[in-house]
């Protein structure tokens, strides 16, 4: 008698519905197993499956199996039909195509690395509230990447020292502000005195230099802090809210996302904790994965590498994930990336970030182009005549990039610049 009940779960003729939800997946087997069993084993234990043979099994509830359907050396492509999936929840579908499998004895390793969402899936959800076109029309922005910093240190300072800086920073040409990740409501900056300090001074930045300026004001905490953060920041007039979704997980996420949209604020996505899952090549998740999610589910932008910074993060990653944001039909690439058609599902920006400074805005910007959110933070503060004098430093190499000058031309005209590149030149910061 059979025990195991695996096979049923692969077909190598199978061709998948239209309908059907297509993951990518990298596998190595366990010692033992064939790439049969171990693909086997992965579309069982995400859809209807367990280990072994039952005693019943109706014979309506094959249609809701996953099959494993094409295999090329370590990569397996798995069709799950859209009935397994409930309308609207994006969590559910982590618990199938990203949950018990990662543990299995059977799996050496698995990474998941894209799905095709058709659009009998993706239809349930909203997407971000603006899209790009239409933060750059609130922003009044056209034709370069926005910029933003952090304050460094990332945390310590006071809620009007924090909106000092900020102000040298929005003097100094940048569009945004952003909080540290690990800055929400400290015994030495609350949120609420943070919000105060920074409206007072946004307002005179806006004043004094007839721009919009903005910030992405961390509300990550429990929902219900985040909504009564949400409700302050809409109170004083910002547009944006900044999350760290990992770390708060996508369920809040998808609450915010609506009560924010009914606030009229966008939100920024922070990713701290995702290389704990994406860094490993050969098993977890990837970061085009994680961003294809927050954008079904409705942020308005995520936060993508820069590859030449001091974070992990190869230049076609980079690539690949500002085409899961930007574009409505997304080409699939090799190994890394599923078709993609948004529908009606607005797009968004990658946000670059971690260990840039002037010298390494041209590089970014030939991965990227200038439909980028654009953060360089101790690469302003750090200048030797400081922050204002290091944003415009940025803005400069922006405007060289734009004009086709290297930094060294511009720099004979922009003295901010040659600062920068006499301290740092074109240092790569490990
Ligand atoms: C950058 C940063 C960001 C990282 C996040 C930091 O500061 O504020 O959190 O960029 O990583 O704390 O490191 P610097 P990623 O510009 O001073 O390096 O963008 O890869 O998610
Ligand atoms: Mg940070």
């Not at 659009?119 to 909203?126: A, N, S, V």
């Not at 005195?193 to 001074?201: E, N, S």
């Not at 996302?257 to 994406?278: E, K, P, V």
């Amino acid at each position: 008698m059979a025990i195991d009940w695996y096979n049923e779960f692969v077909d190598k003729n199978y061709e998948p519905a239209q309908d059907e939800l297509i993951c990518l997946f990298y596998f190595e087997p366990a010692a033992g197993i064939s790439d049969e069993e171990a693909v086997g084993r992965i579309a069982s234990e995400s859809s209807t499956g367990t280990w072994t043979t039952l005693f019943t099994m109706p014979p309506r509830m094959k249609a809701l199996q996953a099959t494993a359907f094409e295999i090329d050396g370590n990569f397996v492509k798995v069709a799950y039909p859209l009935d397994l999936w409930e309308e609207g929840n994006a969590v559910q579908l982590l618990s199938g195509i990203a949950g018990n499998i990662f543990g299995m004895k059977a799996l050496k390793n698995l990474r998941l690395i894209d799905v095709t969402f058709p659009p009998g899936y993706i239809r349930h959800f909203r997407g971000p509230h603006f899209g790009n076109d239409g933060i750059r029309k609130m922003l009044k922005i056209y034709g370069r990447p926005l910029t933003g910093a952090v304050p460094k240190p990332k945390i310590g300072f006071s809620a009007k020292e924090h909106a000092e800086i900020g102000y040298e920073t929005w003097m100094g040409g940048f569009d945004f502000v952003k909080d540290d990740e690990n800055l929400t409501s400290t015994s030495f900056n609350r949120f609420d005195d943070r919000v105060k300090h920074m409206t007072k001074l946004r307002d005179r930045a806006e004043k004094e230099t007839g721009q919009t300026k903005s910030a992405f004001l961390n509300i990550t905490a429990d929902v219900d802090t985040m909504k009564k953060r949400a409700d302050l920041l809409a109170a004083n007039g910002w547009n944006y809210a900044m999350i760290d979704v990992v770390v708060a997980g996508t369920a809040s996420v998808m609450t915010m996302r609506d009560y924010c949209s009914d606030l009229g604020l966008a939100i920024h996505a922070h990713r701290a904790m995702h290389a704990a899952f994406d860094r490993n090549k050969k098993h977890g998740l990837t970061m085009q994965f994680l961003a294809k999610m927050m954008r079904l589910i409705g942020v308005s932008q995520i936060h993508t590498g820069t590859a030449i910074g001091k974070l992990v993060g190869t230049k076609k990653e980079a690539m690949v994930l500002a085409d899961v944001l930007r574009e409505k039909k997304v080409a699939p690439v090799d190994g890394m990336l599923l078709a993609q058609d948004w529908g009606k599902i607005r797009n968004a920006f990658p946000v670059s970030s971690g260990g840039l400074h002037p010298g390494l805005v041209p590089p970014v910007l030939d991965i990227y182009g200038t439909e980028l959110v654009l953060l360089v933070s101790g690469g302003i503060h750090g200048h030797p005549k400081w922050t204002r004098a290091g944003a415009m430093a940025t803005m400069q190499a922006i405007e060289a990039w734009c004009e086709g000058m290297t930094l060294e031309e511009k720099a004979k005209k922009a003295k901010e610049l040659a600062g920068a590149l006499k301290k740092w030149g074109y240092y790569k910061p490990k």
